[in-house]
């Protein structure tokens, strides 16, 4: 299923506390080589830059460049690199609530279109939160991410909002249920014009990152992600 977000819809928009469940944080760096070489390596044309390919494991399966918040081998017991029939992917089994980061760079006014894939294997039936892609475009005066939720949700309906507040971004829910659960599912949003509705006003020129968030007892797969030019839709 492709969902392209060029606008948000505003269904059902809440105040919802969210718990921290496990983050990883693709972070853009201000400068500075490592960001660069990066992103040289993932990139394949310049209208779509590949942010992540999960093809650059370490020694232990473990995405190259990546870290724990508070336990970096705690996260490798969690989140490994897989290949199966030939498509390789993040899967995450078994998280806590860690966030883990990595920086890289890319331009949210010319390549607005963020894509990935992701398939659930186990939704635990009180779940709420499935799974995550924040896309943080922008930070407050204090540095703080503002970011934008794409949220997989276990029982809000596709296209709903929930408002966000303090330190908690607004989230919209792109997939929803279990009805995909084992397939792959992929997703399209315009990550700049949503960004724009939602904070009434545009993101900066450099991105600050990318996360992903496996919720508490769910077994899910992130597959590559990229983003491309509004030209190549």
Same mark, same amino acid.
């Given at each position: 299923m492709?969902h392209?977000? %060029? ?6 928009i ?5 718990p921290?469940?496990?983050?990883f ?6 400068? +500075? ?6 992103a040289v390596?993932e ?9 992540e390919?999960?093809?650059h494991p370490?020694?232990e399966?473990?995405p ?8 970096? &081998? ?6 490994? &690199?897989?290949?199966?029939? +030939?498509?390789?992917f993040?899967r995450?089994?078994? #998280? ?6 990595r !920086? ?27 799974a995550?892609?924040?896309a ?8 703080i ?11 809000? #309906?596709?296209?709903?909002v ?5 330190? @908690?971004? %607004? ?5 929803? +249920? ?12 315009? #990550?700049?014009?949503?960004?724009? @509705?939602?904070?009434? !006003?545009?993101?900066?020129?450099? %991105? ?5 968030? #496996? ?7 992130? +597959? ?5 030019a509004?030209?190549?839709?």
């Open positions: 492709n392209l977000h %060029a606008y948000v819809k505003t269904r059902a809440r105040l919802l506390f969210v921290t469940f496990v983050v944080s693709l972070i853009a760096e201000n400068g +500075g080589e490592a960001g660069n070489v990066w390596r990139a394949g044309t310049s209208d779509t830059l590949v942010l390919s999960f093809r370490d020694e399966g473990f190259q460049g990546w870290q724990g918040q508070t336990s970096t &081998i705690t996260a490798k017991k969690m989140y490994t &690199i897989v290949e199966e029939d +030939g498509a390789v993040l995450a089994q078994g #998280a806590n609530q860690r966030v883990y980061t !920086r890289i760079k890319w331009n949210p006014h010319t390549h607005p279109i963020l894509k990935w894939r992701w398939r659930a294997r186990t939704i635990p039936r009180n779940a709420t939160v499935v995550a892609v924040f943080n475009l922008d930070t407050d005066l204090l540095l991410p503002v970011s934008t939720k794409y949220v997989w949700h276990a029982t809000e #309906a596709e296209g709903t929930i408002e966000g507040g303090l330190f @908690r971004p %607004a989230q919209v829910v792109v997939q929803s +249920g279990r009805a995909s659960l084992g397939e792959w599912v992929e997703e399209e949003v315009n #990550a700049y014009e949503d960004f724009l @509705r939602i904070h009434q !006003r545009k993101p900066a020129l450099q %991105a600050w990152g990318i996360s992903l968030l #496996a919720g508490p007892g769910v077994e899910i797969d992130f +597959g590559p992600i990229e983003v491309q509004a030209t190549t839709r």
